[in-house]
């Protein structure tokens, strides 16, 4: 779906689309045929091909004619890129191309390098900048304004775009600063790409988007007039904007893009570097958006022109903490590009994405996405081309970025997860500059700590950057962590407990003021390691990882250890901080992982491809913890330390943003109160560990992680640990005994559930409660109730089971007592002791008399142990069973009468059967007649005591409305006495209908009573 | 075990797989069959086995030829049944023989003809036996048996592939019986009810046109689901056909349609031979005959006492406690004749003292009520017509 969706809305919205078929009378040709083609892996052919269809697409896109006028003069290398990018976002990659090479070089390498998106970015910018020529037509957009829709369409293929740009600013600072700009400029300045933007957002409604335009807006326009950034931003937008999964899908076109910009940059070396990083950088602007678009600023500032900082700050005071967070990666991870990028620009990146394709195994996943027809199809073919002209390796290597951008959009799904998504640029960026750079660069650069409140100017030099963090804090997070150096495990918890910690300290406000030194070190048991990470990671997994820990930075751990250590809670961050662990260390593994969660997330978004993936079909709450775990698995497969200090302060940051949140204190509330017994429910969580055990699943478990992620965003922050199962085992706080019986329909809440202590108190007062059994059962009904959601399975579980079957035997409540009856045989068989043979009695009653089904009889006949048998209950329901199979009604009524315990309420349920067999049987076998007073004592009519001569007689009463009422006729004989006339009856007699017979068939329910129960 | 060289294991195993394409391309379903039969613990089976854990590599023998690779699907899942069964791990055994003999089926499926129908049947029988006997190992292991009801519905499968018109459906009535064997055994004997309409309402199909034993099969399980119904008449026609079309020489199958055959006859008044239930071992039912000749409550009670597990698991007891009212005419008749040859003219009052008098002889205590219950049922035998409760007389329209 997500893919399709993309494809379509970026066709379909991105007028790209229909710019393509209107140009396709030009590039259509090429389009379809390199399309085709490309994706198999065409080579330098297939990519003019693919120039020319990006090249339509593009022109498409943007301003169609005028965007293809530019393009088309100058960029066949746009067009190469396009070609790559066709699919998701041909035209902007395209054009990026084009105006790379044309003017700027720092665009031009970031159009390359940016896929479409960058491509337009470049290509606008290009316009704008180096090509004036292109960009007045485009900017003349009046012909955009008209197509508003399919501008916006277009915008949301420009989206990458604009991500892009920011690359592109990445590769050459000022380039980008400019490409930046112009973004804005685009959006403001474009009449255009105002209006377009403009009704996207209508479309979209989205407060933050809302915000974020207007930001950018200001900010941009200010900057750069440039119609062409208007454009990108507003594609950016709405394609974030657009429903989320559709977002998704976006999101996915501006991974492609990114994957184009790869191959892009691997035909212009340095252009390819660039571009994965812009295209990094581009979602999280988008995802951002709302909170984050202020860290595209920071960003800048490697390359900062003044008016970037301005606008950061600007962005950044809306967007709040969050925003700060996100900067925060955003500087790190300009921080760390910024060299290394320049390194890059300078130093051909291809070898290193050649390494990666190499390395990754996704090639071939990424074959299948191709082959997957619909929009991810495209794009990875537009990939192939791409990475064909790298190599024959590239190939995997555009599937790589596709599969980052897909990452990209996974964390872009919730607001958060744009933080996510800057994250993974990040690790793009630094994977790059790793590569390119040596990793004391890295480490030279200094991580910003996002703060809070810090202004975005700090941004503006990297180096100066101050932690996020507090001084005090760092080092005590560094002691927690020294502690658990060998176990990795324990680090992950205590990774994850340290974020709970940090965030917390962020929401109270004492973050600041916290005496860190003297706080004390939390242990973390060895359970909750696992247990914890796998709870944290869900709540939180889009958010954190993409901080990195600046204390640990500052330390330069990242050189010698990176490599060696593994991820462990980073996982939960997961996917996203493994990458960029794997990325720093200039592993291509973590390369690989990236593109491996990229093509997951691809798969999630879209269900028609082939969503190898079965984790992502499954129920919501177990994907969650599928992620937790598998996030767990992942770190043993590639983490490091640094990963995990990265994923840590990608926590950190989230957590900042959420700190805000009062709905997230009280989840996080809840969710230490679970940590406390997480030790308990630890094996549950292993239960599903097998199934995504092993690397095989790393995909699923990162594409199921996703989808959390992105349910997460789609629930609109629900609490998300109510889905956790161990959270559904309840432990009630609730005091009252009384309790009216409700079925659930949602998970139950312990604040209405009784403890054990007080549903004994509850069962006492049942038990010695004078109402009726509508009140009791329906008290029973909220015991079992309570019993059932905490899991309690011992005497008291039985005593309930027993009390209600009793109680409904006695009323003849035959469901409910069977309800009862089928629990307690299995509690039974558990070894909880209880009235075994009672029960064991009244079963064989229960089957004997209403079930009628002889194979029943003979199992649970042939069922009972010997011992059994000398069980009087038992022996008696036995006794029973003989004289009813054979018709034995005087023997019956005796043991009726003799009846143990309850036997007598389900025999009492046979006896009128019994009697109407036992009147037809002497009406045919005496003659003439038979006395009355003889057939009520045969037929237990003077059940009570036969000696008490009233008693006597109400029972010949009773037997003689009992006669009438089924059709004997009586008579009276010389001596007064009545008499059934047998010959007269045999003929006559009848079963009447029961009186109380109601049209529900359960006369317990009458109305009557139903009135009285509920007054 | 003898050491097994390599080269004999290669040997063996390719033979194995020359053999199994031969049948199939000489569509020779008796070799085909003798293929499959894991349990028959044939020496070849068994070597082959061997020969499996020596080499262990014989999927890439499999897929070495041309030859052989078609039938990978097939064969590799069996050869690690095998294997498995070899070593003793059941569970393992059917997990792959149900996998081998679903790529089996789906073949099986394209052919036009039954030719295969042989290496069917095996295929059925083994995967109920491994069922059954993987389920004993889970159960041995504390895990719940649940291979037999897997294997209930894999059967179910092949017996859709058989239902249809043409050649093939001769053999749904086999998978039928298997099918009846493990419903039976698993106590879930409603669910045979769906197969036998669907045996029994085809119109296309005469019953009388599927192989004799599976014919013989069949009806000795349907016949004991009327003995379950205690519809006498109709599991005494089914049984008696099982009986009369029965092989003399399975004399263990003759035993099993007499086991519910006898109780049938009984309860309508058939009494078998002395000799026919020594003759096949089934003393349990000697005291009830007895009983019912003599009309002594006692034997017949203490009959069902001693052999109840037995007569309980086999679902007769039911059936045999019926017998009860028959044994108490037989009293009375006897009763009667003495009464008849001390005074004729009288002999049709029956003075129902007289009947508690001879069921004290036999121990049994019952007062006056019970008899007068007792002779209701006798009326159904048209024994007696009337009773007159104050006169405690009973008059009898025997003779």
Known sequence: MMNQGVNAQTVAAADPNSLESRYAINASQGQAQSYLPSAPGSEAASWTVHKVEGYLSQDGVPANASYQHVQQPEPHTQNVQDGSYVAPLSSSSSTGTASAPQDYNSYTSYSNTTDPYSAYSGYYNGYQQQTNNQYSQQQPNPSYSQPVEAYQNTGAAYQPNSSFQNTGSYAGTASYSTTYYNPGNYQTSGGYPSSGYNNQPTAWNNGSYANYTSYQYPNYTSDTSSAYSSVSAPATYQQQYKQWPEYYSQTEVTCAPGTEHLSAASNSNHGSSLPTVSGGYPTPTNQIQPQSLPPPPPLPPPSLTPTWRPETSSSELPSMQPGGAASGAHDNYWNQPAPSFQTHLAAPTQPIYQNSLDSKTSYENFQELKTAPQGLNSQYPVVHQVSQNYQSTLPTVPSFDARRVSKLQIPTNPRIASNAALGIAKTEKDSYAANSAPRPAYISVSVQKPNDKMSPNNAADPMLKPTMLPKSLRGYVERAFGRYKDDDAKRAACEAYMKDIITEARADGTLYTRDWDSEPLFTVPDSLSISKANIQTPTHASIPNYNKSPVRRSKSRWEPLAEEKMLEKPVSASNEIGKYGSWDRKTFSGYSATKDNSLSSFRFSGPQQRTPSKSAQRPMKRQRIVNGTGLTNNDDDASSDSDKEQSLTAYYSGAMALANNPEEKKRRESRSKRFDRGQGHRPDINYFKPKNAGPANLYTRRASALMLSKSFDDSANQAVEDIDWDALTVKGTCQEIEKRFLRLTSAPDPSTVRPEDVLEKALLMVQNSQKNYLYKCDQLKSIRQDITVQRIRNQLTVKVYETHARLAMEVGDLAEYNQCQSQLQILYSEGIEGCLMEFAAYNLLCVILHSNNKKDLLTSMSRLTPEAKEDDAVKHALAVRAAVTSGNYVTFFRLYKSAPNLNTCLMDLYVEKMRYKAAVCMSKSYRPTVPISYIAQILGFSNAADENGETELSGLDECLEWLKAHGASLITDNTGEMQLDAKASSSTLYMPEPEDAVAHGDSSLAVNDFLARTT | ?399
Request: glycine share 4%; aromatic share 12%.
């Open chain 2, 1 to 399: 075990m003898a050491y097994l060289s390599m080269g004999e294991s290669h040997r063996r195993i390719t033979d194995y797989l020359n053999r199994f394409a031969d049948a199939i391309n000489y569509q020779d379903g008796d070799s085909l069959a003798r293929l499959f039969s894991i349990s028959s613990d044939t020496p070849s089976l068994l070597s082959l086995a061997d020969a499996l854990n020596v080499f262990q590599d014989a999927n890439r023998l499999i897929k070495q030829s041309e030859k052989f690779s078609q039938y990978g699907e097939v064969v590799a899942p069996f050869f690690r049944s095998l294997q498995s069964y070899r070593l003793g791990n059941l569970v393992d055994a059917y997990g792959a023989f149900e996998k081998a003999s679903n790529a089996f089926i789906q073949e099986f499926r394209n052919w036009e003809s039954g030719w295969a129908l042989e290496a069917l049947y095996v295929i059925a029988y083994e995967i109920r036996v491994l069922a059954e006997r993987a389920d004993r190992e889970l159960a041995s292991n504390g895990k719940s048996p649940e291979k037999l009801k897997g294997a209930g519905s894999f059967l179910m499968k092949v017996f859709g592939v058989l239902a249809g018109k043409g050649p093939k459906r001769v053999g749904a009535l086999y998978v039928t019986c298997q099918l009846f064997k493990i419903y039976f055994k698993l106590g879930t004997v409603h669910l045979c009810r769906s197969v036998i309409r669907s045996i029994e309402t085809a119109r296309i199909f005469d019953f009388e046109e599927f192989p004799t034993r599976d014919k013989v099969t069949y009806m000795y399980y349907t016949g004991r689901l009327e003995v379950l119904n205690e519809n006498f008449p109709a599991a005494d026609q089914k049984l008696s056909y099982a009986l009369t079309h029965c092989s003399l020489n399975k004399e263990a199958n003759i035993r099993m349609i007499l086991k519910y055959l006898i109780p049938v006859k009984l309860s309508i008044g058939i009494l078998p031979k002395k000799q026919l239930i020594e003759n096949y071992n089934l003393v349990e039912y000697n005291n009830i005959v007895e009983a019912l000749k003599r009309g002594d409550l006692r034997l017949l009670r203490s009959a069902l006492q001693e052999n109840e597990d037995q007569f309980l698991r086999s679902g007769v007891y039911l059936v045999l406690e019926k017998l009860e009212l028959q044994v108490y005419q037989r009293l009375l008749k006897k009763i009667y004749i003495i009464q008849k040859l001390k005074d004729p003219s009288k002999a049709h009052q029956m003075k129902l003292e007289v009947i508690v008098k001879a069921l004290k002889w036999l121990e049994i205590e019952m007062d006056l009520d019970e008899v007068l219950k007792d002779v209701y049922g006798l009326i159904k035998f048209h024994f007696s017509t009337c009773v007159h409760p104050f006169s405690r007389v009973m008059l009898c329209s025997l003779t």
